[in-house]
């Protein structure tokens, strides 16, 4: 089906440009009309390009971390576009989130994965959004990362402890 990318032009003679819509094929074409609504030309066929950042799920969680220690969870990017993917940042708005690495290129058709680590300094739920930023025409991405930091259980090094057994016989 043709989509109409422009309804109107400047005078002839007079350059224009338009954009091109995030609708990836390896079948496009241009047609123009001319005032009676026939097609005047017709291009030959070209491909639409378009990286597209897919499978984001809407939460992540890291799960329950001992505070003061780090946890982690591998998140995982796809590029369902015709075109590479670059992603240029990933942040947390949270600093007890981080991630392994913030840049990367994602081949199309392919996958690749980052490691979404979580650091509590204190006993609790702790939430974040993250932000992808790519050259996706949608981007930026974003998703809930969630962890609980739980409390540190376990004698001291070198202490003593004392421990009571009790036998109960029938």
Known sequence: PWVTVQSTWPAAGQPYSWT?????????RIRVRDLSGAPADSSGL?????????????????????????????????????????????T?????????????????????????YFEPALVGVETATLSIVSDDPASPGSLIVTGE???????PEGAQMAVLV?????
Request: avoid cysteine.
């Open 20 to 28: 091109v819509p995030n609708a990836p094929t390896g079948t496009a």
């Open 46 to 90: 070209f491909s639409i390009i378009v990286p597209q950042l897919a499978g984001l799920p809407d939460t992540l969680d890291v799960g329950m971390v001992e505070s003061n220690s780090t946890g982690s969870r591998v998140l995982r990017l796809d590029n369902a576009g015709t075109a590479p993917l670059s992603i240029s940042n990933i």
């Open 166 to 170: 009790e036998l109960e016989r029938e």
């Open 149 to 155: 930091g739980t409390a540190v259980v376990g004698v």
């Open 92 to 116: 947390s708005d949270n600093v007890f989130f981080r991630v392994s690495r913030s840049g990367l290129v994602i081949a199309v058709a392919d996958t690749d994965t980052v490691t979404v």
